[in-house]
């Protein structure tokens, strides 16, 4: 199988790890809410300064009235091949933070860090629940923002794309060598005891 062969982690960590991919190519299975939420619900244990819960998700399952406005905010690109996923999520933090006790808002400078992290949930289930989470930065965050009324003190982070991972032939020609799951920079390249590690 593709994951085993291309992905072989020197190091002994969970299967889940490596299990989890992003996928494009989808069927047309659609989502119910219950495992939408399931997949959320995980996202919401992420872990974050302050235990500030930074994130934010605003979700359109496809076919519904919200869809083809959600579609509408990712490139051309992305919604040649999302157009088929069952549900698209957007990701924003909120930027500040108001201390348990006080009045004023301060900076959370983590919101993005914290909201990278409650994605990384909320992927892991979603590959423990059979679905495919695919994040997406190529979108229009102005069109996001002005469409759902999301105020300046909240980034947009990205949008993920989330569906039942299909055959490469339901992808157009371009996309379809791509679709398998891709390996990484070797650990040694990335992670050293006292020192920085440069590098591209
Ligand atoms: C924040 C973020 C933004 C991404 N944006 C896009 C995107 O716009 N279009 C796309 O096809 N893939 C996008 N990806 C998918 C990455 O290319 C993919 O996660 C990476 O190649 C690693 O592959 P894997 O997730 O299958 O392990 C994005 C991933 C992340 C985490």
């Not at 989890?20 to 219950?34: G, H, K, M």
């Not at 051309?76 to 004023?104: H, L, Y």
């Not at 990384?120 to 923002?145: D, P, T, V, Y």
């Amino acid at each position: 199988m593709a994951i085993q062969t291309i992905r072989t982690p020197p190091y002994p960590i969970d299967a889940q790890f490596v299990e989890r991919w992003s996928p494009r190519a989808f069927t047309l299975d659609p989502i119910d809410e219950r495992t939408l939420l399931t997949i959320l619900e995980a996202a919401r244990w992420g872990p974050s300064s302050h235990n500030a819960q930074p994130w934010r998700f605003m979700y359109a399952r496809r076919d519904t009235e919200s869809w083809e406005m959600f579609l509408s905010f990712l490139s051309d690109f992305n919604r040649s091949w999302a157009t088929r996923a069952a549900a698209i999520i957007v990701v924003a933090s909120m930027r500040t933070f108001r201390m348990p006790g006080k009045d004023e808002e301060v900076p959370l400078l983590t919101h993005s860090f914290d909201a990278g992290a409650a994605w990384a949930f909320l992927a892991l289930q979603a590959s423990l629940s059979g679905w495919g989470a695919h994040a997406l930065a190529g979108i229009n965050s102005e069109k996001i923002r002005s469409d759902l009324d999301i105020p300046d003190n909240f980034a947009v982070e990205a949008c993920v794309a989330l569906g039942q991972a299909g055959d490469a032939t339901l992808l157009p020609d371009s996309l379809r060598a791509r679709e398998m799951p891709s390996d990484r920079k070797p650990l040694s390249d990335i992670a050293a005891e006292g020192r920085f590690i440069g590098g591209s």
